[in-house]
């Protein structure tokens, strides 16, 4: 099974082409990263993904089930997530417990295993003394912390992540692709993510995909072709 | 305290209680989703409810609400065509509802418009029993769906791409939230006035934004903030003899500089302590 698979996918803006012939997959444990140079659509790209764009042709389509066979859970750090609202009230705490609200808690309680989620996950990016601080009055870097602690918090089947490494230093950033790689591997997560880092790619992904711009297109248009995904699995 | 031998100041001082409950809940979501004007625009809307009504010879509250509703709808909408300057649809709504509401009481029949001024001004001290039991349901409606919605809002409002993809319907939702404004508003409208149902959504929650810095606080602390002022500002107009609705609103304002000059204050005690 597929936990996300694009078929022929392009995109447009308007009538201007942005994306062009795009297909790949993520499967069930696997950790793919998506390149590309600035302006290559490449949040489009995850945007077309989690049906937020529609495509305007091919398709672009995420499973409803795990492989469990329960509901697919889908956890998401869109690129300026970290740039909050300074007046946003809310403390640390209450953000990252929000995270568990999509593992059926919508409409009821947290119990137990929420809050013990909700206390490794802020363990796990050093912010648990800072739990009760307003999410408004921390730095960038602790912002970028907490965001990927509420995302550790849901637990998700699939991780879809735009660049959410940004602005961080290596030692946090070496310990998150330890977490995320830990979660493909021995717990069969799904992990979709843009960066920018060549060398994390050759440490972290399993697969790599680049979108390349397209030479004989008068736009800005970005395409992949077959040698621009790269498979640690098949090499 | 003789002003509480007096019916119609027992039915305000329940009013009162109960817009200062429920408007700082949905004023704090408006504040948070970027449409503070949006109070404005839908008792602009309102009001051509109200001329509409007259206009047609129909129950006014009736056809307010079905024009509020409408409109809640439409402002989701023309929203979506202008997704990153989402006020836009707001200044629109709110110019056409205006408009409306002018054309239509220039072409009603001579009464029509002091019917209109009794809205556009309000009066809480006017309020009927009818309008209380009405103030009452929708204080209930608000409030169970507050408690129900109150973690997906809380989502919604942090960021809506990542509410669509936890797979919350965020369009339905943001309708919803919508039309339980215009609503209240509506309902509210011929209480306040249209020129402050405005301010008495958006202050207390902006001073509890202020003062609070969890989300839990943030709510509690905007209903608290909501009946000091509602409460003050109905005493204060009573032994003044000044209008109810302006008398609150000021009374808001006057809190809302308090307590950004009492946190300046002890922003700066504390930065220089810390530098001592």
Redesign the interface.
């Known amino acids: 099974m597929h936990y996300v698979e694009v078929k022929d996918l392009s995109f447009y803006y308007d009538e201007e082409p942005v994306l062009e012939n795009i297909s790949f997959t993520v499967d069930p444990g696997e950790f793919v990263m998506l390149t590309g140079e600035n302006g290559a659509a490449k949040s489009t790209l995850l945007r077309n993904v989690l049906g937020l764009l529609k495509p305007t042709k091919g398709s672009a389509k995420i499973s409803a089930v795990n492989n469990r066979n329960e509901p697919l859970s889908i956890g998401y750090i869109p690129q300026q997530v970290a740039s909050f609202n300074a007046g946003f009230p809310s403390t640390v705490l209450e953000l990252v417990q929000s995270g568990r609200y999509q593992r059926g808690k919508w409409f009821k309680r947290l119990d137990a295993e929420d809050h013990e989620h909700v206390e490794r996950s802020l363990k796990s990016v050093g912010m648990w003394d800072l739990r009760h601080k307003k999410i408004g009055d921390l730095s960038g870097g602790q912002k970028q912390r907490i965001s990927l602690a509420r995302i550790f918090a849901t637990d998700p089947d699939l991780f879809i992540l735009d660049e959410p490494t940004t602005g961080m230093d290596l030692d946090s950033r070496t310990e998150f692709y330890e977490l995320l790689k830990h979660n493909s591997e021995f717990h069969g997560k799904g992990i979709l993510m843009v960066t920018h880092n060549h060398e994390d790619i050759k440490n972290y992904a399993d697969r790599h995909i680049q979108l390349i711009r397209k030479e004989d297109s008068p736009w800005r248009c970005f395409s992949m072709d077959s040698c621009s995904e790269h498979s640690k699995l098949h090499s | 305290m003789e002003m509480f031998f007096y019916g119609f100041m027992q039915r305000a001082f329940q009013a009162a209680f109960l817009i200062a409950v429920i408007s700082p809940i949905l004023g704090?979501f408006l504040v948070?989703r970027r449409q503070s004007l949006m109070a404005d625009t839908l008792s602009h809307i309102s009001l051509a409810g109200i001329a509409l009504g007259l206009f047609l010879n129909v129950n006014p509250t009736f056809m307010t609400l079905i024009v509020v509703i409408i409109a809640a709808v439409l402002i989701e909408y023309l929203s979506t065509l202008y997704k990153s300057y989402s006020e836009i649809s707001i200044a629109i709504l709110m110019s056409a509802g205006m408009s409306v509401a002018l054309v239509l009481m220039s072409l009603s029949s001579g009464g029509s418009t002091t019917t209109i001024q009794q809205y556009l001004f309000g009066s809480i001290v006017t309020i009927s029993q009818q309008q209380l039991y009405l103030l009452a349901a929708l204080f209930l409606i608000v409030i169970v769906l507050f408690l129900?919605f109150r973690?997906?809002m809380?989502?919604l409002i942090?960021?809506e791409?990542?509410a669509?993809?936890?797979?919350?319907p965020t369009r339905l939702i943001s309708i919803l939230f919508n039309v339980i404004t215009g609503v209240t508003i509506a309902v509210i409208m011929p209480i306040a006035g249209a020129l402050l149902v405005s301010a008495i959504m958006i202050l207390p929650a902006a001073i509890?934004?202020r003062i609070?810095?969890?989300?839990?606080?943030?709510i509690l602390v905007g209903i608290l903030v909501g009946i000091v002022g509602m409460f003050t500002g109905l005493t204060v107009s009573y032994e003044w003899g000044t209008p109810p609705g302006a008398t609150i609103t000021l009374i808001f304002i006057s809190i809302f500089m308090i307590t950004t000059m009492t946190i300046k204050v002890i922003q700066q005690l504390k930065y220089k302590k810390s530098r001592s």
Request: aromatic residues 20%.
């Open positions: 704090l948070l129900v973690r997906p809380y989502v942090f960021d791409d990542t669509f993809a936890a797979g919350l509890a934004m609070s810095k969890s989300f839990k606080w943030v």
